[in-house]
Nanobody, 115 residues
Framework: QVQLVESGGGLVQPGGSLRLSCAGSGFTFSGYSMTWYRQAPGKDREWVAA???????HYADSVMCRFTISRDNAKKTVYLQMNSLKPKDTSVYYCKVRRLEYDYWGQGTQVTVSS
């Protein structure tokens, strides 16, 4: 079955960096777009970035030029490099894959940006 497992979250000071990972299994990883979302307390889940099976990437305006999505198809892993972090980036971060018209989500990883 499809599984997604995120890791790499934690507490970081404003201006710092973190790299999130999402390992996929149970599907042909290279054939699917992978997407990162985030959800802050009391707010709707927000789309952050996406990478298709090739080299195309897309970003929300709020993270453009600070976050970088990448993928290693051999390792079946998608990454989110987050630089210049701000307190408003504090959220639970999730990765998602859509397969056969169904969305699969990981369990999420908490990112807290605070001094």
């Amino acid at each position: 079955q499809v599984q997604l497992v995120e890791s790499g979250g934690g507490l970081v000071q404003p201006g710092g960096s973190l790299r999130l990972s999402c390992a996929g299994s149970g599907f042909t990883f290279s054939g699917y777009s992978m997407t990162w979302y985030r959800q802050a307390p009391g707010k709707d889940r927000e789309w952050v970035a996406a990478a298709n099976g090739g080299r195309n990437t897309h970003y929300a305006d709020s993270v453009m030029c600070r976050f970088t999505i990448s993928r290693d198809n051999a390792k079946k892993t998608v990454y989110l490099q987050m630089n210049s972090l701000k307190p408003k980036d504090t959220s639970v971060y999730y990765c998602k894959v859509r397969r056969l018209e169904y969305d699969y989500w990981g369990q999420g990883t908490q990112v807290t940006v605070s001094s």
